[in-house]
């Protein structure tokens, strides 16, 4: 069965057993179409978390706002939940990826000059500045606690496909998109101001341990 064939299963599961109104499904055929536009040739039952994170940064790509980001990942995680219940998989790959947040609007006391500046700040023509500028775009693109961010190791950084994997509370494993400034900070990081120790964390001090 192809990638299409499983959708159209899904859409029609949906209307038959589910009741969903015409333009729910709508709106579902048009983002699961968009996330086989992204896939490819892969195939769904070989489908990673790493390929649906991915497909949040390819949705912004295509336009869509946080929000309808959020739907379109609801429609591939009912997608993969109904592969699994065909018994088609036992693997749910969007498990740990988790749900784009809505942009809030700042706090009144924080102006958006005061947070270009603070974004500004960093001396980045210092190794601690490319640090910092690069902790300061990641906290502002993805809301991580500062707990996760100090936390985060190289081997979840994946700067090609924009994500990064960090464990929170209860030491569960989220998977969370970055940004294009966010990616651009962790490169310059990692090629001029990290340095070559071998800690398996990201982030470092200035004797090269972790933070």
Sequence with gaps: MTNADWVNRFVGYLRIERGLSRNTLSAYSSDLEMYLEHLGKKILKEVKPADVSAFIRFSYDRGLKPRSAARALAAVRGLHRFLILE???D???TAV???PKAFLPLPHFLSLDEVDRLLAAPDISTALGLRDRAM???LYATGLR????VGLRLDG???ETGFVR????GSKERVVPL????CDAVRAYLGSGRGQHASEYLFLNSRGGSL
């Design 87 to 89: 018994k088609a998989t």
């Design 91 to 93: 693997v749910n790959p």
């Design 97 to 99: 990826v988790e749900r």
């Design 136 to 138: 300061i775009e990641v």
């Design 146 to 149: 500062v707990s996760e961010l």
């Design 157 to 159: 950084m994946n700067l």
């Design 166 to 169: 960090c464990l929170g509370k």
């Design 179 to 182: 940004g294009v400034s966010a």
